[in-house]
C-alpha cells in the first residue's frame, strides 16, 4: 500500500514497530488463539458475573463448553457492532475515494514537498473528507432528537446529503481535483456519514443518563467532547488504511473497546449475555415453590403468598442445583432447584 509521502522513511517509530508486532504475532499463534480464546472470554464474562453478585453456581462450569462458547459470540458479537461501524465506514470511504487512482494523483500533486505544510494540509485534508461530515451528521442528529424526536428517522438519512456535498466541493476545490470528484465522493462517503452519525447520537444517548446529575461544567464538557472525540476517532481510523488493512483493524479495534466501555456496553456485558442466554438477570412474573418446602421454616424468611407463589423477583441464576433469587429489600436467597415446581416470565 502507497503511503501519502514521497519522502524515503528508513527509521521506524513506535506505531511501526508495533504494528509489526502485533502482524507477526498473530501470523504465529493465531491457531491457538482461535482455541483459547473464545472459552476464555466466555467464562471471563461469566467470571465477572458471579463476582459482581456475590455467589459462584453449584456446577462445574467448564463442563458447560457449548455455554462459554455462545457467551463468547455473543460478547464478540456486540464489540464487533463498534469495530464494524468504524473499520468498514472508514474502508468504504477510503478505498471507494481517496484511494482511487485519479483522486490519489490529484491530491498527491497538490500537496506541498515540505514536511510541515504537508503535514497540515494532510489535516485539512481528514477535516474535510472524514471529520467535519461525521461531526456535522452526529450533531444534526443529537439536535432533531431533542428538539423534533418525530423527525429522526428524515434528519437521519436525509441531512448527510448536503453535508457531503458541501464537503465533496469543499474538497475538489482546495486540492484541485477534477471535474465532478464532488460526486465521486458523495456517493461514497454518503453511508459511512450515516453510520458514524449514528454512532456519535447513539454515544451521546448513552452517556447523558450517566453524567445527568454531574456538575454543570463537567456534565457539557462530556456532551460536547463526546462527538467531537466520536468523529475524530472514525476520521484517523480511516486515515490509517494509508497504512495498510492490519493498521486499521488494530485501532478500530482499539477504539471500538474504548467507546464500549465509555457507552457502558462493554461493562454490561456479562450482566447482557446472561440474560441474552436465558439463564439470569431477568425478572420472573411469578415463581411456584414446592408444598412441603413452603411448610418449613424458609417460608417465613420468603415473602411467599398463600399458594406458596413468590411474585414479581428478580433471578440472578437459574442453572445448576441451586436458583440464586433477589428479593425486593436488596436481599438475596439461594434456592434448591428441587423446590421450584414453575417459573412464570413475563
Not at 420468603?302 to 433477589?326: H, I, K, M, Y
Amino acid at each position: 500500500m502507497p503511503r501519502w509521502t514521497d519522502q524515503p522513511t528508513t527509521d521506524k517509530d513506535l506505531v511501526d514497530l508495533t504494528l509489526q508486532f502485533s502482524g507477526s504475532f498473530l501470523r504465529q499463534h493465531s491457531p491457538l488463539l482461535a482455541k483459547l480464546l473464545p472459552p476464555a472470554f466466555g467464562f471471563g464474562m461469566f467470571l465477572a458475573y458471579f463476582a459482581r453478585n456475590h455467589f459462584y453456581p453449584s456446577f462445574d462450569l467448564f463442563q458447560f463448553s457449548s455455554l462459554l462458547l455462545a457467551a463468547a459470540c455473543l460478547g464478540f458479537g456486540i464489540i464487533g457492532i463498534f469495530v464494524a461501524a468504524l473499520f468498514l465506514s472508514g474502508a468504504w470511504l477510503f478505498y471507494g475515494f481517496l484511494n482511487t487512482k485519479a483522486i490519489k494523483e490529484d491530491i498527491t500533486d497538490s500537496l506541498p514537498h515540505r514536511e510541515q505544510p504537508r503535514f497540515h494540509k494532510l489535516m485539512l485534508l481528514m477535516t474535510l473528507i472524514f471529520f467535519l461530515p461525521y461531526l456535522v451528521s452526529g450533531l444534526l442528529m443529537l439536535a432533531t432528537a431533542f428538539l423534533s424526536p418525530s423527525l429522526f428517522l428524515w434528519v437521519m438519512f436525509l441531512s448527510p446529503i448536503p453535508v457531503v456535498l458541501l464537503s465533496g466541493i469543499a474538497v475538489q476545490m482546495v486540492f484541485n481535483l477534477k471535474p465532478f470528484a464532488f460526486w465521486k465522493y458523495m456517493h461514497n462517503a454518503y453511508l459511512p456519514t450515516v453510520a458514524i452519525g449514528f454512532l456519535i447520537f447513539w454515544m451521546c444517548g448513552k452517556a447523558y443518563p450517566v453524567v445527568d446529575d454531574w456538575l454543570w461544567l463537567a456534565k457539557w464538557t462530556v456532551l460536547i467532547g463526546a462527538p467531537l472525540a466520536v468523529a475524530f476517532i472514525a476520521a484517523l481510523i480511516s486515515m490509517a488504511f494509508a497504512a495498510g488493512w492490519n493498521a486499521a483493524l488494530l485501532f478500530s479495534t482499539f477504539f471500538a473497546l474504548i467507546m464500549a466501555g465509555y457507552s457502558g456496553a462493554l461493562t454490561t456485558l456479562p450482566d447482557t449475555v446472561v440474560a441474552t442466554l436465558g439463564l439470569g438477570n431477568y425478572q420472573a412474573k411469578a415463581i411456584v415453590l414446592d408444598a412441603s418446602y413452603c411448610a418449613k421454616e424458609q417460608a417465613k424468611v420468603l415473602p411467599t403468598n398463600e399458594q406458596c407463589v413468590l411474585q414479581d423477583v428478580q433471578v440472578v441464576w437459574s442453572l445448576g442445583e441451586a436458583f440464586v433469587l433477589r428479593l425486593a429489600d436488596g436481599g438475596t436467597a439461594r434456592l434448591p432447584a428441587s423446590a421450584i415446581r414453575a417459573l412464570v416470565k413475563p
